[in-house]
């Protein structure tokens, strides 16, 4: 009897331990689930409403932009073999454009010109209409132009847009599954981080302390160079000083003497 007892109590407890083992196999099995749900919604929390959807793009149709260049560069050569009249940037400079009053002006000339040619002796009245004629003509090439570089430009600020958008989305997700102990999505930030790093701006001024220190620096013969110290005090307000420093490569340094000599 004592060992039927046992026998049974024996099987009563294994029975327990493996409905203890098969409960603690669920519940990680539910954890793991819960843990890969939290790690989705997470995922889907850093992502915006709509994403794919919004940012869709569809690649542009290459045989017609390839079209459209070889185009302009035939209108290009087309017109350089009509006008030759390709200007450096300093002729551009020295010559005068023709804005609304010269527009106007030039016009009243040419009508002037050509009623009192007896004024009009060191050049004819018709180069003078001719000139202003070619300048409608190209006036009114320019503006189609104006209109689809208007239109590149446009589309181009839209794509970049996008662009940017998408790879702001893409730096975020990264950056806080980094936070998050994600081993991938920390070297992908470490990657794109330097874009984001602000850069001292360089100034050539001298602060109060750097001044300090190239003079004593000049003084005690540590370094090689010179500083000029220019103080401007207006009337009104307070004097404001502007240092120049001067610095030498070569080592060799020349001291005036007391007799007026110069020394290596």
Do not use: W
Not at 12 to 19: G, I
Not at 62 to 75: N, P, R, T, V
Not at 94 to 106: D, P, T, V
Not at 196 to 221: H, S
């Amino acid at each position: 009897m004592t060992k039927k007892k046992t026998e049974a109590k024996s099987k009563t407890t294994n029975a327990k331990t493996k409905s203890t083992i098969t409960k603690k196999k669920t519940s990680n099995a539910k954890k793991k689930a819960n843990i890969k749900n939290s790690q989705t919604r997470e995922h889907t929390k850093l992502l915006p409403t709509g994403a794919v959807d919004e940012y869709k793009v569809d690649l542009l149709p290459l045989g017609d932009l390839d079209q459209i260049s070889e185009d302009i560069k035939s209108a290009m050569e087309l017109f350089q073999e009509i006008s030759e009249h390709n200007l450096t940037s300093l002729q551009r400079r020295r010559k005068k454009g023709a804005g609304i009053r010269n527009y106007g002006f030039i016009e009243k000339v040419a009508d002037l010109a050509e009623a009192n040619p007896q004024y009009a002796q060191f050049f004819d009245p018709n180069d003078l209409r001719n000139a202003i004629m070619n300048f409608d003509l190209c006036r009114n090439i320019l503006l189609l132009l104006q209109g689809f570089v208007k239109m590149m430009t446009d589309t181009m600020l839209v794509y970049s847009d996008g662009g940017l958008s998408m790879s702001l989305i893409f730096y975020n997700m990264v950056k806080e599954m980094g936070r998050r102990g994600d081993p991938i999505a920390g070297p992908l930030f470490t990657t794109l981080q330097p874009f984001f790093k602000k850069r001292k701006p360089v100034t050539t001024d001298l602060t109060g302390k750097q001044t300090e220190r190239e003079v004593n620096a000049l003084l005690k013969n540590k370094k090689d160079g010179k500083i000029i110290i220019e103080n401007i005090k207006p009337k009104l307000t307070g004097g404001v000083h502007k240092v120049i420093e001067e610095k030498f490569n070569d080592t060799e340094q020349f001291k005036e003497t007391k007799d007026g000599k110069i020394t290596e």
